[in-house]
């Protein structure tokens, strides 16, 4: 059985930063790309980043590029997803998923993926 558990989200100023953690099992970690989505209030899910364990491949969304990274311990089966310069539009639900790919636009998606059970990132002004 595919898990996924993320911890690591919390209240941060903006400017902060915060690091998420995604602990995988019940699958070849190393095969599979994982990725990192986040939902807001009212909002739709949007995928924020991933990484593909075999290629170490990686992809950020637009809005999160150059503050976000994320990384892989594939010892540990586990998804790090650094987050940098944090703003409030970052609040949200955040939010692993495997395994996951990419839609005709590049965006991500994560159609037949399992799910963690979120962690919450509020980020205050």
């Known amino acids: 059985e595919v898990q996924l558990v993320e911890s690591g989200g919390g209240l941060v100023q903006a400017g902060g930063s915060l690091r998420l953690s995604c602990a995988a099992s019940?699958?070849?970690?190393?095969?599979?790309?994982i990725g990192w989505f986040r939902q807001a209030p009212g909002k739709e899910r949007e995928g924020v980043s991933s990484?593909?364990?075999?290629?170490?491949?990686?992809y950020y969304a637009d809005s999160v590029k150059g503050r976000f990274t994320i990384s892989s311990d594939n010892a540990k089966n586990t998804v790090y997803l650094q987050m940098n310069s944090l703003k409030p539009e970052d609040t949200a639900v955040y939010f692993c998923?495997?395994?996951?790919?990419?839609?005709?636009?590049?965006?991500?998606?994560?159609?037949?993926?399992?799910w963690g059970q979120g962690t919450r990132v509020i980020v205050s002004s």
């Open positions: 019940g699958f070849s970690f190393d095969d599979y790309a």
């Open positions: 990484i593909n364990n075999s290629s170490g491949t990686t």
């Open positions: 998923a495997a395994p996951v790919g990419y839609s005709n636009y590049g965006d991500l998606i994560a159609d037949f993926a399992s």
